[in-house]
């Protein structure tokens, strides 16, 4: 635990946080469980829950493949009210590195915005993350939104 | 939600004689949902608190509401249960914050008025007075008594670890209020077996809240407006159902039998949210494992009047509490949960069916959404009408999913309680 970070390798890290966000913001879903690992974790996930250590989580994926039916929900079985969503996410805090994995957590702050409406804060908290090299790439093995906001403005369809 | 929009004046009169037409000013009037409050929320009616599961030990407490209401659910020193509302008695204060802990007692920070766990007045700081140059001054009047000055307690029923509570003391008992058909269906979840509460969502939905007890008493969109139900059979038109409901018509149960195969051709003919080659990358979100207790169906959804909805969805479970905040917005608040004694398999079973459900989930997420919609009809033209007439005019038990007799039951209630 708590090795050396390098600060080539943060960079990287920055590149991916970067990458991400614009990803989830551009509404281009195909990338987003292209983040990931094949058996990574993506909770979105009140505070209380796991602050508490209660499982039950808003959204609980458990692979790169129940991301991938998440986008295709989004895309084809979700009847939603169209938004745009906007990211502002803090640089990552690094918590541990150990042998390849690197443990981070990052605030971050999401806007909605509805058509002919004013932009609102949707969601607010941080992400903990694990990141792992897949074939040379960075790829969350885990991320964890775990939100602050005590009532979510009726529904979160996209992903955080 | 930011701007409360501007209600036209509306004629509160009830379009004809019966429930196949509700006006659009049942969600809106602010008036008639002040009455509601009183009348539904406030009087006559068992609400919604909490389980007996989330304050396991003497002492501990977990905030809730009734109506608009703040109250607070306590485990006392004897382990009974006791609702008491979060209004100090002295000035008013909300005095309890927090949103659950463990107490020995409760103290108003305004002026530390102590309260023990029944809600008894047990300290008044400075009740005799300051003594200042040997003398007494101030302080409360000498026949002032603490007896009977507590927080207001409210009458508490709890039956299979589920606790409801009324600030009505001369309410029937809870199981007549549910009536023998909508309480065996209570029990058949509640059996009492010990719960294990799993974690909560919160959402806010702006509508008015008796569209949550429509939408789960509306079998007629299930297989419409979500893709999940329809594609894999969870309810469909081909899914045996049958509509219960209380004597008064106020509580409905939704029962269904999912259904396997591919659907014919009329159950999906037209219908977009179809999706014939659809299938799950990963298909633990839906890894359906029948469990003995159901008895036969694989959903049972309960609308318990006026604050509740108890969801079994194959193995998915939660109780959702609906908390007006006004006519046209309420909370939703989910409470997931499992059993003691489910294996640890069962439980990731529940949690990853949990996807389905809450404000993101793949049959929940777009109620809410749908719900937000009709609340925008309704505003901007108070008289005009919904138009429910699925299955007839009547409001009689059913056995298909083209029915609105749920809805019409409701309403038929409603109108007598509210005179209208
Ligand atoms: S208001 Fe609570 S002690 Fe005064
Ligand atoms: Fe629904």
New interface residues.
Partial sequence: MNQALEPLVYTELLQLYAEYTAAVDAGNWDRWPEFFTEHCVYKLQPRENHERELPLATLHFHSKGMLQDRVYGIRETLFHDPYYQRHVVSLPRVLAVDRGRWFLEANYAVFRTKLGEISTVFNVGRYLDEVVRVDGALKFASRFCIYDSEMIPNAIIYPI | ??DAPITLPSSPGWPGDGVHRVPYWVYTDPDTYRRELERFYYAGHWCYIGLEAEIPHPGDFRRSVVGERSVIMVRTQDGGVRVLENVCAHRGAQFCRE?QGNRKEFVCPYHQWAYDLEGKLRGIPYRRGIRQDGQLNGGMPADFQMEGRGLTSLKVAVRGGVVFASFDHSLESFEDYLGPTILSYFDRVFDGRKLK??????????GNWKLMQENIKDPYHPGL????FV?FGLWRADSKTSLKMDPHKRHAAMIGVRSVGKPAGDVVSGVT?Y?AD?S???P??LDIVPEEWWKGPTAVMLTLFPSLIIQQQVNSLSMRHIQPRGPGVF?FVWT?FAFEDDSDEM?QRR??Q??LF???G?VS??D???I??SQMGFQEKPDQQCLLEMGGHDSEEATNIASETLIRGMYQYWRRVMGV
């Fill in positions: 939600m930011n949103r509460i799993l974690g909560y969502n919160r959402q806010r939905i702006p407006l979500h893709s999940w594609t949210s999706k659809m799950l990358r990963d633990r979100q909370d997931h439980i949690l990853l949990a996807n809450g404000p993101s793949y997420a777009d809410g959404e749908v937000e919609f």
